[in-house]
């Protein structure tokens, strides 16, 4: 009779647990550096020579129809969202009529630059391209 009783709390408080784990998963930041200095650079490199002739060299448009990538349009446009929303959100709609022309890795990598270049941490392990990784990841102002 005493195992009936444990069994049930015993389940219970396991599921407490992976609850609090699954939550804390689902907490990761940016400001936690979620990605590497060198992961970064390749997104320079790759926003450069895809990016750069629309969005700016330095992330700052001149056509008034296509987003700055930096300052007010950083903080409207990214903060809040998580690094799944602007990787789809890059994968699925840029380069303009040549959209999912790069490898994931690329978009992913060029999502890290622009986090970067808006001095988000970085951290010592490179993101991949896990969507269900990404989902868990918000960013975050990186001024605080």
Same mark, same amino acid.
């Given at each position: 009779m005493y195992i009936q009783h444990?069994?049930?709390?015993?389940?219970f408080l396991l599921f407490v647990g992976v609850s609090g784990a699954l939550?804390?998963?689902?907490?990761r930041s940016t400001s936690q550096g979620v990605f590497t200095?060198?992961?970064a650079k390749r997104g320079a490199v790759a926003y450069n020579a895809n990016c750069a002739s629309c969005h700016g060299a330095n992330l700052r448009s /001149?056509?008034?129809?296509? !987003?700055?990538?930096?300052?007010?349009?950083?903080?409207s446009g990214w903060i809040g969202k998580t690094i799944a929303e602007k990787f789809e959100a890059a994968r699925d709609n840029m380069p303009p009529r040549d959209e999912r022309s790069l490898p994931d890795q690329v978009y992913l990598d060029i999502v890290t630059f622009v986090l970067r270049a808006n001095k988000?941490?970085?951290? /010592?392990?490179?993101?991949? !391209?896990?969507?269900?990784i990404l989902k868990q990841i918000k960013i975050s102002d990186p001024a605080g």
């Open positions: 444990v069994t049930p709390i015993i389940c939550a804390q998963e689902a907490a200095e060198e992961q /001149t056509d008034r129809e296509v !987003p700055n990538l930096t300052d007010g349009s950083f903080k988000a941490p970085v951290g /010592t392990e490179e993101l991949k !391209p896990d969507f269900e």
